[in-house]
């Protein structure tokens, strides 16, 4: 009997597919832990103070009928990442990063300590997480990962290019991830979006051809990582717009005021 229940326990582990969402706390992160509980996965939600999700948490679990964990996580903690790796009951099948921070632009040029909060948490604890989600996802030769970046990383300017650069970093090193991960048969994605309307900024200045929700972004994120895309913005009109200005020549570029 107890021979029987301990192969249960290892067919019960093997097929249980969880996804971890780092920096869940946002509107985007529950609507992809949504979208996945209601197509069959398990779900770790990670972040800061994440025990305020249990409700949501909950909800998940009793409308999907899936299990969803709260994982205590700080991404600037990164002696603490593969500790807190190895602490999940099961590895995650997929792991999304959407931890962000968008800084006071003006101090950001001037004081240090705001340039480097938005390097840490855009860039630096997602290149940490990731790498060791990545060495995991190895020993199975499947999954996927996923790291949200910005039209702000395709190319700098001005007026935010603190900001900007630390996102041009994500692309870089997920399209790096790409060219190792593919013998792997493990699928990473970078997401591209422009602006993002929530419930604390509606973004209702901006033309709505511009502007996407985080419901939207969701189900776009959800389809491309299905079908095992490799970069998706959120819309074709943003892909557009930053091939064109990909393509302005630098002398000229350098004169915009964008």
């Known amino acids: 009997m107890e021979a029987y229940q301990n192969q249960q326990d290892v067919f019960d582990k093997k097929f249980m597919k969880y996804i971890l969402i780092i920096g869940a706390k946002n509107e985007l992160g529950l609507e992809l832990a949504s979208l996945y509980a209601k197509n069959n996965y398990n779900i770790f939600l990670a972040g800061r103070s994440i025990k305020s999700l249990q409700n949501e948490s909950n909800e ?38 959407l931890a962000g921070y968008y800084p006071d632009i003006p101090l950001s040029m001037s004081l240090w300590s705001e340039t480097y909060k938005t390097i840490e948490i855009n860039y630096l604890g997602c290149m940490s997480l990731i790498n060791i989600a990545s060495n995991e ?10 790291s949200i970046s910005s039209v702000s990383g395709l190319r700098g300017r001005a007026k935010n290019y603190i900001y900007g650069s630390s996102k041009a970093g994500v692309i870089a090193y997920m399209s790096g991830l790409r060219n190792k991960l593919d013998k792997y048969n493990i699928n990473v994605l970078t997401i591209i979006p422009g602006f993002i309307s929530t419930a604390k900024d509606k973004k209702s200045h901006y033309p709505n051809f511009l ?4 419901q939207k972004l969701a189900e776009t994120i959800f389809k491309a990582q299905q079908h095992k895309s490799n970069i998706v913005y959120s819309s074709i009109i943003w892909r557009l717009i930053m091939f064109i200005i990909s393509i302005i020549p630098e002398n000229l570029f350098k004169k915009l005021n964008l």
Not at 72 to 97: A, R
Not at 211 to 214: L, Q
């Open 137 to 146: 996802l190895i020993k199975d030769r499947r999954g996927f990962i996923i």
């Open 211 to 214: 502007v996407t929700t985080p």
């Open 60 to 97: 998940l679990e009793r409308k999907y009928k899936i299990k969803c964990d709260l994982c205590e996580l700080d991404v600037t903690n990164y002696s603490s990442h593969q500790k807190f790796y190895d602490s999940l009951k099961i590895k995650p099948i997929g792991v999304i990063y």
